[in-house]
């Protein structure tokens, strides 16, 4: 009997879940409290037709959206966009995440970028696909590396073939 109560004990003491010490709470009550801020502006715009205003008090990564059905190979894939910054602490660039064969490739414009306060201005980032190499899904991200505003407008995701 005594065995019994052992092993019920012991049994019981695994299941208790431990208290650890709280170091830090989070109040999610405002989504100002996240530090970024995503919106229409349709004040702010390349084309007339409103922009995607990013806010943030740290670096981010924003997907903008998923290309899929796509079905290239044996091509150069161009993630294009124009780009404006205000006050940017860091820079901003494209970042264009190609489905390949079961993994995921990534190609980031770092040398196509915003920062400070700039106008509007083309950024892009190439993706080459050799002969074999077939993309079906394609990602497309804005990297903000530092604290500042971006405004997104008129994406386009265009295909050439391999020089």
């Known amino acids: ?5 052992v092993l019920f004990l012991s049994l019981l003491l695994l ?3 431990v208290q650890g010490e709280e170091l830090s ?16 502006d349709q004040k702010v715009s390349q084309d007339g037709n409103g922009s995607i205003k990013i806010s943030t008090v740290w ?27 205000e006050k940017l602490e860091g820079t901003a660039f494209l970042e264009m995440w190609c489905h390949v064969g079961g993994g995921q ?7 196509s970028v915003v920062s400070g306060t700039m106008d509007w201005r083309i950024l892009q980032t190439p993706f080459l696909l050799k002969p074999g ?3 079906k899904k394609v990602t497309l991200n804005i990297v903000i590396n530092g604290k500042g505003t971006v405004w997104v407008d008129d994406v ?7 020089k």
């Open 1 to 5: 009997m005594k065995i019994y109560a």
């Open 15 to 17: 299941n208790t879940p």
């Open 25 to 40: 709470r989070l109040a999610l009550d405002d989504a100002l409290s996240l530090g970024t801020t995503v919106s229409t």
């Open 59 to 85: 670096p981010t990564t924003i997907c903008l959206g998923e290309v899929q059905r796509l079905n290239v190979e044996n091509a150069q894939i161009i993630y294009r966009a124009r780009v404006k910054s």
């Open 105 to 111: 490739y990534f190609s980031r414009g770092m040398n």
């Open 133 to 135: 190499q077939r993309t």
């Open 156 to 162: 386009h995701l265009l295909k050439e073939p391999l």
